[in-house]
């Protein structure tokens, strides 16, 4: 598939325990994974005992990870569908959406997607986003960049919009000598902001973390962790 990168299993076993950690779960809790991508959460959390349903606005990821699943042999509800468009109602213990899976839209837009994660979870229903940290990206910005994930060599050129908190950025992958490239639009928070917009939409007790530990969020924090109670 184009473009993928192959992301070490004991990454996706480390967030897992987190997400569990985290959101205190009971096995048998519905949970969303909004923007779930290839589904390596969603498998993940299936095979755990957890009642999982992956949404992603890509068929071609979709179909991968329902190919993973059945490889797997899980079971996870998976379905094609904005994120902006998701239309449930207290229908999910818990939310997750992973890996900067959130800012694509404007901040209308963005807000509208909390809304819909809001009226999607159960009274009490908890949310954990995962995401970059705007504050963090100002101090240590870099318009090229590069790394390497297994076998997939990344190249990036990115550009930053102060006025709009907009980052755009080309994205060149590179696997088994083939040559991919995505354009990426995304509105990158800070945790003050992302505070105000969950506030906006309803939630409390809201939480940040510096990565996955109990630590504050920083300037110096490059990935958050927030938790919201419905």
């Known amino acids: 598939m184009p473009g993928l990168i192959n992301i070490p299993v004991e990454k996706t076993m480390e967030e897992v325990d987190n997400i569990e950690r985290l959101l205190r779960l009971k096995k048998g809790d519905r949970i ?11 498998i993940e959390l299936a095979r755990r005992g957890y009642n999982v349903t992956g949404v992603d606005v890509s068929p071609a990821m979709l179909e991968y990870a329902k190919k993973c699943m059945q490889k797997e042999k899980v079971n996870c509800r998976f379905i094609l569908c904005d994120m902006r468009e998701i239309d449930f109602k207290n229908e999910f ?7 900067t899976a959130f800012g694509y839209f404007d901040d209308e837009e963005n807000k509208l997607v909390l809304e ?9 229903g908890k ?22 994930w297994d076998d997939t060599i990344i190249l990036e050129e990115r550009n930053f919009d102060p006025a709009t908190s907009i980052n755009y950025s080309r994205v060149i992958f590179i696997k088994n000598g083939k040559k991919h490239h995505r354009e990426i639009k995304l509105r990158v928070y ?8 969950l506030r906006e939409v309803g939630f409390k007790n809201i939480e940040g973390y510096d990565r996955w530990s109990e630590n504050k969020i920083t300037i110096d924090t490059s990935r958050m962790v927030i938790f919201a109670n419905k």
């Open 32 to 42: 969303l994974d909004l923007c779930c991508g290839i589904g390596r959460h969603a």
């Open 93 to 99: 213990d818990a939310c997750i959406n992973m890996f």
């Open 116 to 124: 819909n994660v809001y009226r999607a979870l159960v009274p009490g």
């Open 127 to 148: 949310f954990l986003m995962e995401l970059v940290n705007r504050d963090w990206i100002i101090r240590n910005y870099r318009e090229h960049d590069w790394e390497c």
């Open 190 to 197: 800070s945790y003050h902001e992302l505070k105000k917009l």
